[in-house]
């Protein structure tokens, strides 16, 4: 149960950053949005040190900064898909990409679920499909290259879930920190390397900034929360994140929220009762 809740609050921070992600980087370029964003979240996790610890052994070491390069990856890609839109469209296809990688590593290690988890885990799957089906005759239709964004944004989240997941359960919040120290230094490379092609847009800074902290949280509570439960689970939970970048979508930008899209939130609630309950 504790590692259901933590992955419904992971799940509700990373559908708020994204949302807010996807506004940064609708008045600058991604990267500008980025290299606020992830500074921010580093800065968060620093603060934890203290409060959680942290042990910065070898798995904690190599875990966290292969977690970092995919952040990072994640962190353009998917700002850059929000960005582009329809949000209430390519978030749910971002998240469904990201939820299958994990589900299918947490099954090959031996991960075993009671019938109710039977039965909620592929619910759970059907409901991000559902939520993802929102499209319809009056709504905009994404590009190609905003569909190869989002599941390029969705296999990178996947890794950097997997990664986190692989360090030592006793490091604290090492890989946290090892990982968004990579990731932003990744970020601020390259914005040097294209710094002509950023334009002379200046970045959101709240919004990003928020966005970033938002992801830190949502990152700390998926740790604690696959600590405590089965990467299969909390992965799942953890992907149903686009129901609130959808509600957000919907009551500040006003995009349209098709009637699939309600019945996957349904589903949604269902599935996370059955998963309880396993």
Known sequence: MIALLLALGSSLAYGCADFLGGLGARQAH??????????????VELLLWPLLGASFGAGALGWGAASGVASAAAFALLYRTLAIGPMNVLSPVTALVSAVLPVGVGLVQGEHLGPAGLLGLPLALVAV???????????????????LSAFGAGAAIALQLVFLHQAP?????????????????????????????????????????????????ANLLFLLAVRSGDLAVVAVITALY???????????????VHRGQLVGLGTAAVAVSLLALA
């Open 129 to 147: 499909v559902l939520v993802s089906a929102g499209h319809g005759a009056g709504s905009a239709r994404p590009s190609r290259t905003a569909l």
């Open 169 to 217: 359960s006793d490091s604290g919040v090492a890989p946290l920190i090892v990982g968004r120290a990579v990731s932003s230094a990744v970020t601020l490379a390259a914005a040097g390397l294209m710094h002509r092609r950023l334009g002379p847009e200046r970045p959101a800074y709240a919004v990003s900034a928020t966005a970033g902290v938002l992801d830190s949280v």
């Open 30 to 43: 991604v990267l500008r949005t980025v290299m606020v964003a992830a500074p921010a979240s580093l800065a």
């Open 242 to 256: 686009p129901a609130g970048t959808v509600l957000l979508a919907r009551g500040v930008l006003a995009e349209r």
